[in-house]
């Protein structure tokens, strides 16, 4: 973070607030940052989760079969 602060140092208009502007640039790049995370923590989320298929019909038959022999 401190290092994009130093590369954009240039583009400090007022060298009196230089503390107010180093805030509001790490302000914005934590705000990016967790942006960036939200987005691959729920993709990843939902790679974790397992939906139930529904039984097709043929499967809800074979099964209807099978019971009945049995």
């Not at 060298?15 to 180093?22: A, F, I, R, S, V």
Request: aromatic fraction near 8%.
């Amino acid at each position: 973070m401190f290092v994009k602060a130093h590369l954009k140092l240039s583009s400090v208009k007022k060298p009196d607030k230089l503390g107010n502007w180093l805030f509001t640039v790490t302000t914005r790049e934590c705000i990016d940052w967790l942006r960036t995370k939200k987005n691959t923590e729920a993709y990843e989320r939902v790679d974790d989760v397992s939906i139930p298929m529904r039984e097709t019909t043929e499967e809800q038959w074979l099964r209807k079969e099978l019971c009945q022999e049995v």
